[in-house]
């Protein structure tokens, strides 16, 4: 793999890569672990002649979390942090799954969990679980600062909705709430170092013994992760039973729209959303059990 020519700068502020991200034009491109991005410039998918590197912003480090706010992922973290953080792993259980199954050790060190959703791969492993969250991301560019629900995010395969100006700075996942419970499932064709041929983002919480908030999310099954409406509604507001999450795995298998590639047929793929759908309801469902009081 030989990379083509290209200038490189590597701003130490946001200002300076707003900057220069501008002033760069339409064959400027911001490298964060590079892990996307150099390699589709490498088989020439992607060409830039300026690459703005993020990584050396402070300021886009870290994760923050307030109990009354939230989770604050900056973009520049990696997803080896995500992994690891006791913030994730006590309060966004399924967060952290989502980020220790995302490729290896070495791709997790350089990548960041930004890069993940900015990249728009249908397969992104990051992005049903947060999808299901309802997670938010902030976007700042010269002229302001706006947020945006994940749901209103992604456009396409490779397209999302920021414009060409534009920096995504951080993550946002609001806080759990009470009796409620997350999952994340995946299937991949070669096991763990590879992106996954399906994967199922789930969040609900139980208000007594009915339903509520149910998002079920899908990944690599449509041209976008995406969220099954339909089998939502088929939960929201009902009782937990076997045969009703089962019902609804199935409606989520229905709306997906898969398409046989190098990882797996269409039709194995409907049929893992509703192995992976009835799995994470469940996992959710005990979560929201056990968190019952906290
Ligand atoms: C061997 C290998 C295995 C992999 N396995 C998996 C896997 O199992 N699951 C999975 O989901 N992915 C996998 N990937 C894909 C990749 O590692 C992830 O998508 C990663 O999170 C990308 O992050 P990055 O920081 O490297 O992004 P980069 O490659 O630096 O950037 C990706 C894209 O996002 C843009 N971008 C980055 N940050 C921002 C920002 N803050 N604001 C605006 N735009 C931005 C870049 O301009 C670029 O277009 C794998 C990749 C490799 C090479």
Not at 22 to 48: I, N, P, Q, S, Y
Not at 99 to 125: F, Y
Request: aromatic residues 4%; contains cysteine.
């Amino acid at each position: 793999m030989r990379l083509p020519k290209f200038d490189y700068v590597a701003p130490k502020t946001l200002d300076e890569a707003l900057k220069a991200l501008t002033a760069g034009g339409e064959g400027c491109r911001l490298l964060a672990g590079g892990t996307d991005l150099m390699v589709k410039m490498g088989h020439g998918l992607t060409a830039a002649s300026l690459l703005v590197a993020i990584k050396g912003i402070e300021g886009l480090h870290g994760i923050r979390f307030d109990p009354s706010k939230g989770l604050s992922i900056g973009a520049a973290t990696l997803i080896a942090e995500v992994a690891e953080h006791p913030d994730v792993l006590k309060y966004y259980p399924a967060v952290a799954q989502a980020a220790r199954k995302t490729a290896n050790t070495q791709i997790r060190n350089m990548a960041t969990l930004a890069g993940n959703l900015c990249n728009a791969a249908p397969s992104a492993d990051n992005a049903p679980v947060l999808l299901a969250r309802g997670a938010e991301v902030e976007v700042v560019s010269q002229k302001g600062t706006r947020q945006l629900s994940l749901d209103d995010f992604f456009n396409g395969p490779g397209q999302t909705e920021l414009a060409r100006d534009e920096i995504l700075t951080q993550i946002l996942v609001p806080p759990a709430a009470k009796a409620s419970g997350a999952s994340y499932q995946w299937i991949s064709p070669r096991g763990k170092v590879d992106i996954s041929a399906v994967c199922v983002g789930v969040n609900l919480r139980l208000d007594g013994d009915v339903l509520k908030d149910v998002r079920i999310a899908l990944g690599a099954v449509a041209p976008t992760p995406m969220r099954a409406t339909e089998a939502e509604a088929l939960m929201e507001g009902a009782k937990w039973s076997e045969a009703l999450a089962e019902q609804v795995s199935a409606k989520a298998s229905e709306e997906s729209r898969p398409i046989t590639d190098v990882r797996a047929s269409a039709e194995y793929r409907r049929r893992m959303v509703s192995v992976l759908t009835r799995r994470a309801l469940e996992e959710a469902h005990a979560r929201a059990v056990e968190n019952w009081g906290v």
